[in-house]
């Protein structure tokens, strides 16, 4: 599941981070990537600390800048066992802050890359950021990879997507952004040694008022 929660702020304006865990938790993924994830102080803790408990998962955080006096960025649950993570840095100057947070799990015993991230609101800064990620991606060819995240990208098939493209297999894309009525793909998903068995949006009403996002649920298995 990729989910840009908005800060746990819905379209009602209310701050619900019980809200979106049950979303989540809805769907029982074995990963989730979020982005625009505030990990504010939540029941005397910190509000990752809180997720993780609340989702019965392993927690990685990919902070890239302050906000609101808060860690701000990506971060990924899962409840598969993680054996190595890096934080790349895809910040464009006079941009703000964007990051890449790369985890390789260990899938019943295979090497699993998983990379999430969330691209800049610039078509300039989009292309920066998706060559760098291109680098990132090409330098494992031989390990099955998940990249998914908010790519900010209003054409489905526009530059950023072509350029992954042409590293990794698409997964068709849906519609997510805005989620009371989803105009636009900004959310999507794309592989290397998987192979997509369903993707779908949360039919769940709360999904359309949790965020101003909805979450992308991809179902894949690994090519033998």
Request: charged share 25%.
């Amino acid at each position: 599941m990729t989910y840009n929660v908005h800060g746990c702020i819905g379209t009602d304006r209310s701050f619900d981070p019980e809200r979106i865990a049950a979303i989540i938790t809805a769907e029982a993924p074995a990963i989730v990537a979020v982005q625009e994830f505030y990990d504010r102080s939540h029941d005397d803790g910190p509000l990752v600390d809180w997720f993780a408990s609340r989702l019965g998962m392993h927690a990685v955080k990919g902070d890239v800048c302050e906000r609101f006096d808060c860690r701000y960025g990506n971060a990924l649950f899962t409840c598969l066992p993680v054996l190595k993570l890096i934080r790349h840095d895809l910040a464009v100057a006079s941009r703000e802050p964007r990051g890449a947070l790369e985890v390789v799990c260990d899938w019943q015993g295979v090497s699993l890359r998983v990379i999430t991230t969330h691209f800049g609101l610039n078509r300039i800064e989009r292309r920066t950021q998706s060559r760098r990620l291109a680098t990132v991606i090409d330098s494992q060819r031989d390990v099955a990879t998940i990249l998914l995240g908010d790519f900010n990208e209003l054409r489905a098939r526009g530059p950023v997507a072509r350029s992954l493209a042409a590293l990794l297999d698409v997964v068709p894309p849906i519609r997510t952004f805005p989620s009371r009525l989803p105009m636009f793909a900004l959310d999507r998903c794309f592989l290397r040694g998987l192979r997509p068995m369903a993707s779908y949006v949360s039919p769940l009403r709360d999904a359309r008022i949790a965020s101003d996002h909805l979450p992308l649920v991809v179902k894949a298995r690994l090519v033998a």
